[in-house]
């Protein structure tokens, strides 16, 4: 999958990047999603953000015009998402939902979602899409 991360602090780079294992066209940038930086997101099917980007209806709407189909927050809380409307919008939105919110977890968590949307297996807990989809039979 083309993905972009937003929002990554220094610390986590190279988690991320070894939890991915060069499987995903993963980019990683430190710059936070805003108006400014919707570019980095053209092209690409799924962005991460942290909980210190704030998607509400403008950037919602921002990043489906350019072809965002899905959200992965690093957090387990999804308060600073619009979640109504990107649902409204349909994107599939997933977070990462275990205690442990270590840089090594949430990376791990973050990817196993990328794996399993590539192979078309639900999220399970981290799913919070809020909508039926064809993949919610395919439990991992």
């Not at 973050?110 to 078309?120: E, F, Q, R, V």
Request: proline share 1%; with cysteine.
């Amino acid at each position: 999958m083309k993905v972009v991360a937003y929002n990554i602090l220094e610390s986590e780079k190279e988690t991320l990047a070894k939890a991915n294992a060069k499987v995903h066209d993963l980019t990683l940038i430190s710059n936070p999603l805003q108006h400014s930086t919707i570019h980095y997101a053209k092209g690409k099917e799924v962005i991460i953000v942290s909980d210190r980007d704030h998607l509400n209806k403008e950037i919602l709407d921002l990043l489906n015009k350019v072809g965002v189909k899905k959200i992965i927050s690093r957090s387990i809380r999804l308060d600073h998402i619009d979640v109504d409307y990107a649902r409204e919008l349909k994107l599939h939105l997933a977070n990462t939902p275990l205690a442990d919110n270590s840089f090594e977890s949430i990376a791990k968590q973050t990817i196993s979602n990328l794996n399993n949307w590539t192979s078309g297996i639900c999220l399970g807990d981290a799913c919070q899409c809020g909508f039926g989809c064809d993949n919610k039979k395919l439990k991992r």
